[in-house]
């Protein structure tokens, strides 16, 4: 008895997976996801059924993150699908599609009836693929042996997104996500194909060499970006203890010259002379006295 109550249930279920009903009016789709290259067709089914004596009106609407827009809407095309876009029966055909179409769609089919305005929807996503363009990469054009370097590539036109690969001398290296580390003739390095960095924990002589990154995601040709040059030196040991020389040198030679003018007596003949400078005292002369006294009488 209870399996007999559950079919008519499991049935119904069933049905709503293909068609999306309302009193009456039912829509359906040949392809809830619809994938096409930029620039060319793509048709976004709708079809639907509706009982006897019943008028449909049916609505196409751009659901995007933003917002909801109307592309069908009292039996015309509007915005960005008028003018290159046509109406078979209920269904949308994009004659040339871009990578802004790329949203959900939703058919709407609505008919007035006994019991009011009924509604029935069916939901398609569109997405646009979109080849790699070129990417940009980073490359420093030097480095010191043992320090930690990053080159970078990244490219964001591309949908799907790109997968990267990094050359170097016109050699492909080998992917590494972080787990351990790719070795060939002795260099260390980490790369990863989805974020397209190419690491290097401990860059050595051996690294220098001309590099470039390509980008790819199966749509056309992967691109790449220009040849840079890396170049990898040692650190200059003796140069720095030379250096060091100098400078030691250089400061002796001061301290000697110090020594030198305070043994010959040039600093104590300068502070003598402002001594002197110091001790004078003005006295008034014959002719100022003279004046003031004048002055006072």
């Known amino acids: 008895m ?35 290259k930029e620039f060319q067709e793509a048709m976004l089914s709708c079809k639907y059924s509706a009982g006897k004596g019943i008028i449909p009106r049916v609505e196409w609407k751009k659901l995007s993150s933003r917002d909801v827009s109307f592309v069908y809407y009292k039996g015309d095309l509007v915005g960005d699908l008028k003018g290159r876009a046509e109406m078979i029966d209920s269904s949308i055909r994009i004659r040339n599609v871009t990578r802004k179409d790329s949203a959900r769609y939703r058919c709407e089919v609505s008919a007035p009836t006994e019991r009011g305005q009924n509604l029935a929807e069916t939901i398609i996503t569109l ?16 480095a010191m042996s043992g320090t930690v370097v990053q080159l970078s590539c990244k490219e964001n036109e591309g949908s799907p997104a790109s997968e990267y690969k990094w050359y170097r001398n016109g050699v492909a290296l080998l992917e590494n996500t972080g787990t351990g580390s790719a070795k060939i003739g002795n260099i260390s390095y980490t790369m990863n194909k989805k974020t397209g960095t190419l690491l290097f924990n401990t860059v050595s002589k051996k690294d220098t060499g001309e590099y470039y990154c390509e980008a790819s995601n199966g749509i056309g040709l992967p691109q790449k970006c220009s040849v840079k040059r890396m170049q990898v030196d040692d650190l200059n040991i003796s140069g720095i203890i030379a250096a060091v020389v100098v400078v030691a040198l250089v400061m002796a ?20 002379s402002q001594k002197k400078s110091s ?16 002055f006072v009488i």
């Open 279 to 294: 001790d004078y005292k003005y006295t008034p002369s014959e002719k100022d006295f003279k004046h003031t006294k004048s």
């Open 253 to 272: 030679l001061c301290g000697l010259g110090v020594f030198y003018a305070q043994k010959k007596g040039y600093f104590s003949k300068e502070s003598s």
């Open 127 to 142: 997405t646009v693929l979109v080849a790699s363009a070129a990417p940009s990469c980073e490359v420093p054009s030097s």
């Open 2 to 36: 209870a399996s007999r109550s559950l079919l008519p249930l499991l049935l119904g279920t069933l049905g709503a997976l293909c068609y999306h009903k309302a009193y009456g009016i039912s829509v359906k789709t040949d392809n809830q996801h619809v994938t096409a």
